[in-house]
Structures are given as structure tokens and as C-alpha cells.
């Protein structure tokens, strides 16, 4: 069984910065494309960044330039580093696992981050 931990949002001013940690307990973490989706009130989860188990990245053009998403694969652990925020950028931050030799995926519960002064 897979769990996802994300850790790491709070409150930020614009401008500011954050990271956000997605720790995975479980096997094949190698296997895994890691992704970080977003969701603001009243909207649709959106996909922010993904890594692949290689470090390819890919990245949303709404957060392009500003967000870096890496992974430590001896920790089991994805970032998401978070530089000049925007109110824009408050929403909950989700961590998803995608198995990509089986197919299961998992999701996070979520870490809050609220950009604002």
C-alpha cells in the first residue's frame, strides 16, 4: 500500500516562497511519475508539475519560470519549489503517483497554501 505525505504550505505574502514536500511510503517509488495538481475554491484540479522517475519534468505554462519541481529518490520524496507567488496561486496542492508498469495510482490529501497580504 502507497501513501502520500505532502507538507511544506502555509501562508505566504506575494512575491514570496514556498516548498512543498510529497513523501511516498511504500514500493516501487521507481516506477512512479509524481505529479502536483492544484485545486482553488470552486475550481478544477489543475496539473502544476510532474517529474518522471528519470527527472524529466514538465511544467504548466501558468507556473513555468517561477515553480521547480525534483525529486530525492533515496528519500522517496518529490518538491515543489515555489518562487514569486501570486494571490493566483492559492489553492490546495495535491501530490499523485502514477505507476507507470501497473497503472495504480495514488493521490495526497492535500497541503493548503494561500498567497496574500
Known amino acids: 500500500q502507497v501513501e502520500l505525505a505532502e507538507s511544506g504550505g502555509g501562508l505566504v505574502q506575494p512575491e514570496g516562497s514556498l516548498r512543498l514536500s510529497c513523501i511516498y511510503s511504500?514500493?516501487?517509488?521507481?516506477?512512479?511519475?509524481i505529479h502536483w495538481y492544484r485545486q482553488a475554491p470552486g475550481k478544477e484540479r489543475d496539473l502544476v508539475a510532474s517529474?518522471?522517475?528519470?527527472?524529466?519534468?514538465h511544467y504548466a505554462d501558468f507556473v513555468k519560470g517561477r515553480f521547480t519541481i525534483y525529486r530525492d529518490n533515496a528519500k522517496r520524496t518529490v518538491y515543489l519549489q515555489m518562487n514569486s507567488l501570486k494571490p493566483e496561486d492559492t489553492a490546495v496542492y495535491y501530490c499523485?503517483?502514477?505507476?507507470?508498469?501497473?497503472?495504480?495510482?495514488?493521490w495526497g490529501e492535500g497541503t493548503l497554501v494561500t498567497v496574500s497580504s
Open positions: 517529474i518522471s522517475p528519470g527527472k524529466s519534468t
Open positions: 499523485y503517483a502514477q505507476n507507470f508498469v501497473n497503472g495504480v495510482t495514488y
Open positions: 511504500g514500493d516501487f517509488f521507481g516506477q512512479n511519475v
